[in-house]
């Protein structure tokens, strides 16, 4: 697990996902992520992806809604 920091970018992706998924009980969808911060379902995958390098999520690739807080 990378202890690297997250961009100004990927904060906000992480504290939604993480504010979504205390408020519903599920993650967001890239889809989802994507209408929020007004980029491409592959941009909201990229950013994730980095987020997940980082330590600070995971998630089952191909399987929706499967994002996972770790920090």
């Known amino acids: 697990m990378n202890s690297a920091k997250l961009t100004e970018r990927q904060e906000a992706i992480y504290l939604f996902v993480k504010e979504y ?5 599920y993650s967001p969808s890239f889809r989802e992520i994507a209408s929020k911060f007004s980029m491409t379902v592959r941009g909201a995958q990229d950013h994730l992806v980095l987020i997940r390098k980082k330590g600070f999520i995971d998630y089952q690739q191909g399987i929706a809604r499967t994002i ?3 920090k």
């Open 21 to 25: 998924i205390s408020g519903k009980g």
């Open 68 to 70: 996972v807080i770790q």
